[in-house]
């Protein structure tokens, strides 16, 4: 029997479109000046929505830690599909996205799942714009506020869908239960261990937006993409929206 542990050949590769990790890129990338771009995006409409309650306290942390930050309101976004892209609240979402190197998705939990209003804003992020994928490497946060008590489902499954936007999210999470609770009359939310964690958070998302947002080009260089033909390479990139 053939000893395929010792079987070093690659056969399928093209070596010519094949690479190292380059190490002097990894050791030593460029540091961007500016201050980190940050957008938030909450997913409730309500007058008083502690999803967008929570933003707010997460993006005066962001500022504190050097951030420029930038909220999107989703009042009068249409559903997925109803309109074109150019209508102007879908063209003000994308270019957000484009614009940012790192989001927060905050979301309510409803129904054991995240809000349909975020998960309306995500489908209207396309993987790709044109030859641009306006997500892709970009570091991504996740928080969830809870009506009862604390719950991990609307954080996890943003978590997968940070991975199907192809970003880098972040390890920590916040989840604030009993939201109602955390917050007082002037909309401040109160100190507790749920603002420590969202601090906690915000810290780990600038941090690795600063370690990654240089590299990105690096980082999601793919040996799939650099064997397509430029033919099959158009075709996929400029394919209509499923």
């Known amino acids: 029997m053939t000893d395929l542990s010792q079987d070093d050949t690659t056969p399928n590769l093209d070596d010519g479109r094949f690479r190292q990790p380059d190490r002097s890129i990894l050791a ?31 993006a005066r942390i962001l500022r504190k830690l050097g951030c420029e930050t930038r909220v999107f309101d989703p009042a009068g976004l249409p559903l997925p599909d109803a309109v074109e892209a150019d209508h102007p609240k879908v063209a003000e979402l994308r270019d957000l ?18 809000s ?46 940070g991975r199907w936007m192809r970003c880098l999210t972040i390890p920590n999470q916040s989840s604030v239960a009993r939201a109602f609770t955390e917050f007082n009359d002037a909309d401040r939310m109160l100190p507790s261990p749920y603002y420590n964690r969202i601090v906690d958070v915000m810290e780990e998302l600038v941090k690795f937006t600063l370690l990654t947002r240089d590299l990105t080009e690096h980082l999601t260089d793919r040996y799939s993409e650099r064997a397509e033909t430029a033919s099959e390479l158009s075709a996929r990139v400029n394919q209509r929206s499923i």
């Open 28 to 58: 030593t990338p460029l540091r961007s000046t500016h201050a980190p771009r940050i957008l938030l995006l909450h997913g409730s409409l309500r007058a008083r929505s502690f999803s967008r309650l929570a933003n707010a306290e997460a």
């Open 116 to 161: 349909a209003i975020m998960k309306a804003q995500i489908d209207w992020i396309p993987l790709s714009l044109g030859a641009v994928r306006p997500t892709q490497g970009k570091t991504l946060a996740l928080m969830q506020v809870c009506g009862g008590s604390q719950s991990f489902n609307a954080v996890n499954q943003m978590r997968v869908l």
């Open 97 to 114: 996205v484009t614009w940012s190197e790192g989001m927060v998705w905050c979301s309510p939990e409803r129904h054991g799942t995240m």
